[in-house]
């Protein structure tokens, strides 16, 4: 799928949101995303995730989706690897207090409003006009190795598709900055799911702030924790008594953990 166009089938991103991954990742497929995104660009980790807990979806189709709908599945996903209660540590920014911030699925993942990726949207404010979409991973992935500021921007340009002042067409860069604050302000009221902001009260200094949280990055430090500790439980096992690698892998997780509760008690 071509970025922009409309998703096809059945599973395609844009449909289902509110729907389970078609496959209950096992152990062994799990494993297998993570050593595959392990040597990729952070940026394409979650597309590996994703098409492997929907296989119908090409990872190349999730790059096409929006980024809150990406998010939107990525939570679905750990629910139901990891369950609904997240845990994460913050940093006051003017105390240094940490911060143990603990919340749940349903506390900060919003419903999108359901604009599909590639719908074309815009923004009049005087005599501009702006028609813009929203961004996608293809878009992450291009400006992947720019810095910070230049990659927003860039990001940007790369959703506008027309942009114009009166009858004169313009480039996006020739955009004004309120203009373009407009597009932003309307991205992220279309698409809240793609940049999370939770809001934080130091109980020590009583200093307010927003953190923004990453679901893609978050998954990903959890199954790397997880395939870490479940290779370490496979070499005690393996060593222990004797089995293969995928002797181990096809046990059951309850049976798993019995034999390493005896092999490590
Ligand atoms: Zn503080």
Redesign the pocket.
């Known amino acids: 799928m071509s970025p922009g166009a409309r998703p096809r089938e059945t599973g395609a991103p844009g449909q289902l949101s509110q729907q389970m991954p078609t496959t209950i990742l096992n152990a062994d497929a799990l494993l297998a995303a993570w050593e595959r995104g392990a040597s990729q660009p952070p940026v394409r980790r979650p597309l590996i995730l994703l098409s492997v807990a929907w296989p119908d979806v090409s990872a190349e189709e999730w790059a096409g989706a929006g980024i809150g709908e990406r998010d939107e599945r990525l939570f679905a996903l750990r629910e139901v690897l990891f369950g609904p209660d997240f845990e994460t540590i913050a940093a ?6 940490r ?1 143990e911030l603990n919340f749940r699925t349903a506390d900060i993942c919003p419903h999108r409003s359901g604009n599909a990726v590639g719908e074309t949207l815009q923004v009049q404010m005087s005599d501009y006009h702006v028609e813009f979409r929203l961004p996608n991973t293809h878009d992450l992935l291009a400006v992947e190795n720019m810095e910070s500021a230049v990659a927003s921007s860039a990001v940007l340009e790369r959703c506008i598709s027309a942009a114009s002042c009166g009858d004169a067409p313009l480039l996006p860069s020739e955009l004004p900055a309120e203009v373009m604050e407009a597009v932003i302000e309307q991205m992220a009221g279309v698409d809240a799911q793609a940049d999370l902001q939770i809001a934080i009260s ?6 307010e702030w927003t953190m923004l949280f990453d679901i893609a990055s978050y998954l990903w430090s959890e199954i790397e924790d997880w395939a870490r500790g479940f290779l370490r439980d496979v070499h005690v096992l393996a060593s222990l008594y004797g089995w293969t690698e995928s002797e181990v892998l096809s046990l059951s997780a309850v049976r798993r953990q019995i034999y390493i509760d005896m092999a490590t008690g």
């Open positions: 006051c920014p003017r105390c240094g207090e911060l130091c109980p020590g200094c009583r200093h």
